[in-house]
């Protein structure tokens, strides 16, 4: 790879790490952003039982304005170019965050997630598509897996910001502290301007445009990629609805065991749990260029749905003790999350360069939509239990039930080990 190649990675390896970061802080904040903007008592059960229910509101609201900008964004990178499209998604979406801050009221937070949602899902399909037309065909697995590290490693930022902001330097401020913690958000707008300076256009992307008329979004379901597009829907749906139903109550599910088994250690206990599911992730995302290569890419995606199923049982299910359960998300993460990494290579792989980006956007982004299902449900039914993390283990084994389903469809993935990208 040249020394371009790798300012490319960098560039969109960066602007997905903090994408990641970005769009989950809340996450991390909610236990002390929802009773400040609700006017509750901090630690209270009203507290509690409202915390849950707004993560799994918030993350829902979340996914579909990131659908939003995955469908949108997609578009407009394949019509205008993948440089500024990149641009214009990471300032959006560090501007959005850096609002939140600013909210008085649950409407305001809203509306400010909304806008960096729409930044959010539209980076992932600009990044992808251009790191992949890009590098050399013979390292564009190398590439995507490498691209998407930056995903788990956003996360351990996260977890690391909040834990200094909000449990060192304002641990005694929780009504505002979560306000410092999303004006780190903000970081990402000095990425945007150097990708500005130094990043062109892919030579795929330009022969296409100088050759071929604009592309519409309903071509991707026409005749000759109707079927790609919905077997990559097919796979990043049932990644998307697992993740999603897992690492929104991730951090929850750490603070709930500490204010129950250890009350001096809530915020710890949670960035604990979060780091063992980021950690596994990063593994398991590594494991993509092995697996891809020596099973091609049907056999890898059952081998990674049939250990999420497996991992969530034993984790969730098991009469486990308190800290032994956070560690073991690492085997969580490791299927879970480290399935994630395949996405990035394997749906560039499905479609043309003209339809590269809404290809990819759509079908990455738009089961989003689906997937808001998920963290709605788990807590909607943990708030309406006990509000315990009893409550919330036995809401979590039933997520297995989705990438079990998934690697029953196995046989249907389009296999594309070996070939160039069209």
Known sequence: MTRYQWLVLAAAWFGWGFDVFDA????????????????????????????????????SILLVGWAAGGVLFGWYADRFGRRRALF?????????TALCAAATSMGQLIAFRVLA???IGGEWAVGAALVAETVPENRRVFAGTLLYTASPLGLLLAGAVNYQVAGVWFAHDPANSWRYVFLCGLAPVVL????????HEPEAWTRARATEPPPSPRELFAPRVRRATLIGFLVSVSGLLTWWACNAFVPL???????????????????LAANAFNVGGLVGALAAVPLAHWLGRRAMFAAYFLWSALAILVVFGLDLAPLTRLYLLFLVGLGVYGIFSTYVFYLPELFPSRLRASGAGFCYNIGRVIAAAGPLAVGIVTSRADGSSA?????????????LAAAALAPCIIETRGQNLQ
Request: proline share 5%; net charge negative.
């Open 24 to 59: 989950l802080l809340f996450n991390f904040v909610a236990p002390n952003t929802v009773p400040a903007l609700l006017d509750l008592e901090h630690g209270s059960r009203a507290a509690r039982d409202a915390t849950v229910l707004w993560t799994g509101v918030l993350s």
């Open 88 to 96: 214009v998604t990471v300032a959006l979406y560090a501007v959005g």
């Open 117 to 119: 949602s729409l930044g």
């Open 192 to 199: 945007a301007f150097l990708v500005r300076l130094f990043i």
């Open 391 to 403: 409550a919330l283990l036995a809401t979590m084994v039933w997520v297995a039930v989705i990438p």
């Open 253 to 271: 599910l750490g603070a709930w065991l500490a204010a129950e088994h250890a009350p001096d250690s809530v915020e710890r206990w949670k960035t």
